[in-house]
């Protein structure tokens, strides 16, 4: 088991939270507006559902445009004060969101909301791989997704009760300030894990060094490509589940409560996973997920293919066990490809960030344009995406990666 290589906060357990807190503003920006998106689409000027899901998938843009910025600048400057640029970056683009005129100002706020979370959702998993390797940091990668998934869990309902009690605006000010205490938070606990030994110089050239760098490193790019193809059809379903729940079969008051339920099931997978991990490693959970991950939404393929919705318990049933299965993957498909290239982990988790989003969002953006009366195509998306991931799986295992 590899050790931590450099002086932790006061306890590992106070850690793994706050590194949680830092990725969980993400989830709190995508999830909480799911129950307003309509009201916000109204609001500046659509009602168009295409245009509502826009408003989910362009933060993802930024999250993956962001980090060429910052990933380069966390390894040369160093991680906190990249931190706090990106906290200021997207609580500027949170005002240009409430006060929004149009759809395209709207989305432009989100496209920078995005990028300013970059910051501390890319430095996150540079912090962890500056102080964890290994079967080790898939451990705390799980430990620190477990409690981001709380977000997701609570976040739809958060949202509902703004906006039954306030405004939708009152949701990005709840959002602003939960940032500010994560930011002094952060500030005030975390000590910089980058020291001065190994620090990038700042030079023109340092982005297009470190890409340089990275695709020597087959594992890193493979798992990247894989982790590009499960995000791009999860972002299906975030972007498409208020209108499969509250359209498709009018469960607006229980949408909240739905998306709580089906995220638990990811959080469920990942708690077992922390200690998975230890036992059967990366690769073989990795594995066995995407087999499931593709057998199962086939079998929902060919069961209601040419139907129309099932019963609610049905799908659910399956949308559960189909997150169960992403659960084992998201933080060991992160940890197994930032593993061999800790020497450049800041530019390695912008450049792996960019290519899974540049992936992701066109992807989510096409399957989703085929999402009308039912939720076929969703399924018949998972089971393509995790269909093209295995045969990427099966070059990596006959193909061996450098390792440092």
Not at 156 to 184: C, E, R
Not at 362 to 382: E, N, V
Request: glycine share 8%; aromatic share 14%.
């Amino acid at each position: 088991m590899s050790q931590p290589t450099i002086a932790k906060p006061n306890s590992q357990t106070e850690f793994v939270v706050l590194m949680a807190f830092l990725m969980s503003v993400v989830a709190l920006a995508i999830d909480a507006i799911l129950p307003a998106l309509d009201i916000i689409g109204l609001a500046v000027g659509t009602a168009d559902v295409e245009d509502n899901k826009l408003l989910i998938i362009m933060i993802f843009l930024g999250l993956g445009v962001g980090p060429l910025i910052f990933g380069p600048v966390s390894d040369s400057k160093g991680r906190k004060p990249t931190v706090y640029a990106g906290f200021a970056v997207f609580l500027a683009a949170s005002f240009l969101c409430v006060f929004a005129p149009n759809l395209e100002i709207m989305l432009l706020g989100r496209v920078l909301q995005g990028v300013g979370l970059s910051a501390p959702r890319t430095i996150a998993i540079a912090i962890i791989r500056d102080m964890y390797r290994g079967d080790y940091m898939a451990r705390i990668m799980s430990f620190v997704t477990v409690v981001f998934l709380l977000v997701p869990i609570i976040a739809p309902l958060l949202g509902k009760f703004l906006l039954d009690h306030f405004n939708w605006q009152a949701i990005f000010y709840v959002q602003m300030g939960i940032s500010l205490v994560v930011a002094f938070w952060f500030w005030k606990r975390q000590p910089e894990t980058l020291t001065d030994a190994n620090r990038i110089p700042w030079t023109k050239h340092l982005f297009s060094d470190g890409f340089r760098e990275l695709i020597k490193y087959q594992t890193t790019i493979g798992y990247t490509i894989i982790t590009g193809f499960v995000t791009g059809s999860f972002l299906v379903y975030l972007s498409s589940a208020q209108q499969i729940f509250q359209q498709q079969f009018g469960l607006a008051d229980a949408f909240p409560f739905i998306f709580a339920g089906l995220a638990f099931s990811i959080g469920l997978a990942i708690l077992l996973n922390a200690n998975f991990v230890m036992r059967f490693g990366m690769k073989n959970l990795i594995t066995a997920s995407l087999l499931a991950f593709f057998i199962i939404p086939v079998t929902y393929v060919i069961i209601f293919y040419g139907a129309p919705n099932p019963d609610i318990t049905v799908i659910l049933a399956f949308f559960g066990v189909i997150f169960f299965s992403l659960g084992f993957m998201f933080g060991n498909l992160r940890a197994i490809a930032m593993e061999p290239v800790g020497h450049i982990a800041g530019i390695a988790a912008a450049i792996t960030g960019l290519i899974s989003t540049l992936m992701s969002v066109p992807i989510s953006i096409f399957i989703g344009s085929f999402i009308k009366d039912t939720a076929l195509p969703l399924f018949m998306g998972f089971a393509a995406c995790a269909g093209l991931s295995l045969i990427v799986l099966v070059f990596l295992k006959f193909y061996r990666s450098k390792t440092v």
